[in-house]
């Protein structure tokens, strides 16, 4: 344990100290007064046990060392549980979503998506952005910083291919960076490539607290093969839920060199990876199914090491202390200390 403000003693507790030497003085000087008088033959008015007046002088003192802690600013590292969430945003940021079939752009409806999830989120959820095209980039680290995560989504911009694998792979990372103790981790692609029918699924009760959140139009123009990424996060526990931005009739889009082609949105794809991580699928155009996204973060009681100042603690104990002595002095003594 330390202290804010240490001076505090300094000042403080040579009061104290002197306070007890002279209390210890006058109690003695009452106890030869006393013994003087009967020597004389005069008797006390009321014999007062002695152990009443220490006790009550030992609950001053410790309530006058309490506040002299308070005054310190005591602070404690202590073991403290709370529920942790973290939830990993993955932005399809390819060429892509700049297609109009969801007004006014795919990518506009897709952050709009996000920033309803945000809005959503309680304290406990720390959330991070990552965004993708034919790599992953982690964006923001999760944070619980909400004007930090809507300026971040905000600078994303849809450029070049699609690769969905990046973008599972690139949160794993940084899921795999928050928990640099946990085994197996996701850093990157596997040495083999594997068939997540293949990989046997984590049981429920074994779901890592962590979730991705991966918003796409789900068109695959870049390896490696998303199903890579999905058996990674597998192999993991992490749960991806995706959310489907465009739609199946899609629109005509722009690429370099005068071509034109014709962008969908591949709910087949985002379905798979949802049902094969154990997530769920949800379609960006429906505020209502979105919703369901919204209670589907799996939180985790977990204890983590955190400072804490104690000073409302002592503060509380020493009025405990000398309310105690109040009370007890009125009701042996007649008086109020």
């Known amino acids: 344990m330390r202290f804010e403000w240490p001076f505090a003693f300094a000042v403080a507790l040579p009061l104290l100290v002197i306070a007890g030497v002279l209390y210890a003085r006058v109690q003695r000087q009452r106890a030869l007064a006393a013994q003087r008088a009967a020597e004389l033959g005069f008797a006390p008015l009321r014999s007062i046990p002695r152990w009443r007046q220490r006790t009550v002088a030992l609950m001053m003192g410790l309530g006058l060392i309490g506040l002299v802690l308070a005054a310190a600013r005591p602070v404690a590292t202590l073991q403290l549980p709370r529920l942790r969430g973290i939830v990993l945003l993955v932005f ?143 192999r993991r526990g992490v749960r991806v839920n995706t959310i489907g931005v465009g739609t199946p009739e899609g629109a005509l889009l722009q690429l370099e060199g005068g071509f034109t082609v014709v962008s969908r949105l591949d709910e087949t794809a985002l379905r798979q990876i949802a049902e094969l991580t154990g997530g769920r699928y949800y379609n960006a155009r429906s505020q209502e199914d979105l919703r369901g996204i919204y209670n589907n973060v799996g939180l985790q009681l977990v204890v983590e090491p955190q400072q804490t100042e104690l000073t409302a603690a002592f503060a509380a104990a020493a009025l405990l202390f000398l309310l105690t002595a109040g009370v007890l002095s009125t009701l042996w003594f007649g008086r109020f200390p």
Request: no cysteine; hydrophobic share 40%; aromatic share 2%.
């Open 92 to 234: 399809d940021v390819s060429g892509s979503m700049a297609a109009d079939d969801v007004k006014p752009s795919r990518m506009d409806a897709a952050k709009s998506a996000a920033r309803a999830f945000i809005a959503s989120q309680p304290e406990t959820v720390e959330i991070g952005i990552v965004a993708f095209s034919e790599g992953g980039l982690t964006v923001q680290m999760p944070t619980t910083d909400k004007a930090a995560l809507f300026a971040a989504i905000d600078r994303l911009q849809p450029t070049r291919g699609t690769s969905l694998a990046s973008g599972i792979l690139g949160a794993l990372r940084v899921i795999d960076d928050l928990n640099s103790d946990v085994e197996g981790a996701a850093s990157g692609l596997p040495e083999e490539p594997q068939d997540p029918r293949d990989v046997l699924p984590p049981r429920p009760d074994r779901y890592a607290p962590e979730i991705i959140v991966l918003i796409s139009d789900g068109e695959n123009t870049a390896p490696p093969d998303p199903l890579e990424g999905v058996a990674a996060a597998i």
